[in-house]
């Protein structure tokens, strides 16, 4: 069946239907990862816009449930040029194809992505429709009356409170990875019994705000001998407080930070605590944002594999994994400063908090770029725990 991708600013694409025939409407980005498109796709960072993946040939090996980042995809739609129909790969169980349809995902393939990237690179961000409705065409195939309005009139919401897990899960620390599809909440957890790490020999409790939280950001901390309890993304400040955690973890999430004010509020107060904070991507900005800083929105945006990242301490450029479009613009550095840049641009890619066990990223160290080049922050952040690593 045709489909079509129909901008804000007229231009039209078509293609052909793939996943649920849904029509939505949704803001455009592009991703830049040449692998990884099952993380993309499961990421909760993207709830509230379709993703463009420049890389011509998506699919090709399938779709395997344990690597999911999330329980399901949050995307409004996936566009690719060219889509894999027959996957190799001998941990796949599934197809994209079918992968979209089981979760009411619209997509379209056949498309020029490198001409819808040079549009979205070159006029910004924009919203779009994705639709198999021929009617919202005329005959010579430019928007129909009253479509355009439509999709400008197009905003997002708080991202975060749809992305959110909406109870208290506990996920207690282990030496074996674990599989994303089942549930995090272990029957014979007790989460007064803090575990031994495997490779610290120490005990660590982590009180974790799921903001959209990627399951490896879990399994990272699982994996150095944390116990983590994930809290809702309106948990207030004092229930985190009172079970005594030994750090807080901050997590990436979806949307413009602005529009969250209670959660900015609530940071605040973790931030007024002397508990040790690592903050990743929308956490990053929240605290930023707690903290007095400003945020701005980017053109369009860092998400994909492939952005090197300098420390500003050590000198040292790291390739790194990304997913956002608000950047941190303003800081008080009587607050805090620069830790790490973009190379490409400028931006800022991280902060050191003064008088505060507390630093942040923009970049996902867990994510896997490299593949290990920055999963050293989350051995800094055992380290501010009382760690030894």
């Known amino acids: 069946m045709r489909a079509y991708l129909i901008l804000a600013d007229g231009h039209v694409f078509a293609g052909t239907s793939i996943g649920s025939r849904r029509e939505v409407i949704s803001e455009i980005v592009f991703n830049t ?47 690719v040029h060219e889509l894999s129909r027959l996957p190799s790969n001998f941990r796949s169980s599934d197809t994209i194809q079918n992968f979209l349809k089981r979760y009411n995902v619209p997509g379209v393939t056949g498309i020029d ?5 040079k549009i979205l690179r070159e006029s910004g961000t924009m919203n779009g429709m994705i639709t198999t409705d021929g009617s919202r065409l005329t005959e010579d195939g430019k928007p129909a009356e009253g479509v355009l309005e439509q999709i400008r009139a197009y905003r997002t919401g708080c991202e975060v409170e749809k992305v959110s897990c ?3 899960e506990f996920w207690p620390a282990t030496d074996e990875k674990i599989g994303c599809i089942t549930s995090p909440a272990y029957e014979n957890a007790e989460p007064n019994q803090p575990a031994v790490g495997k490779k610290t020999g120490r005990k660590y409790r982590v009180a974790l705000m799921d903001f959209g939280v990627k399951y490896n950001i ?10 983590v309890t994930v809290y809702p993304a309106w948990t207030k400040a004092e229930e985190v407080l009172k079970d005594n955690p030994d750090g807080i973890m901050l997590t990436n999430g979806p949307g413009d930070p602005a529009d969250c004010p209670n959660e900015i509020r609530e940071v605040k107060k973790l931030y007024d605590s002397d508990v040790p904070i690592y903050a990743i991507c929308m956490g990053h900005q929240l605290m930023a944002l707690a903290t007095g800083a ?35 613009d303003a800081i008080d550095p009587e607050v805090a400063e620069p830790a790490y840049v973009n190379v490409n641009d400028g931006t800022n890619e991280g902060l050191k908090y003064k008088g505060k066990k507390i630093f942040t990223t923009q970049f996902h160290p867990e994510a896997c770029p490299g593949p290990q080049d920055s999963a050293y922050l989350f051995d800094k952040f055992i380290r501010m725990m009382g760690g030894d690593q």
């Not at 399994?219 to 001998?225: A, H, I, P, V, Y």
């Not at 400003?294 to 050590?314: A, F, I, Q, S």
């Open 33 to 79: 990862s040449m692998t990884g498109y099952e993380e993309v796709l499961t990421d909760p960072s993207y709830s509230g816009q379709a993703v463009c993946m420049t890389y011509p040939l998506i699919g090709n090996y399938g779709i395997c449930y344990s690597d999911q980042e999330s329980l399901r995809p949050y995307m409004d739609g996936y566009i």
């Open 113 to 117: 992505t490198r001409a819808l990237t």
């Open 166 to 168: 909406t109870d208290v």
């Open 218 to 227: 879990i399994r990272s901390l699982n994996e150095r001998g944390c116990d």
């Open 294 to 328: 400003t945020t701005k929105k980017m053109k369009y945006g860092h998400r994909g594999g492939n952005h090197p990242v300098k420390d500003l301490e050590t000198g040292r450029v790291y390739i790194t994994s990304q997913n956002h479009g608000y950047v941190v």
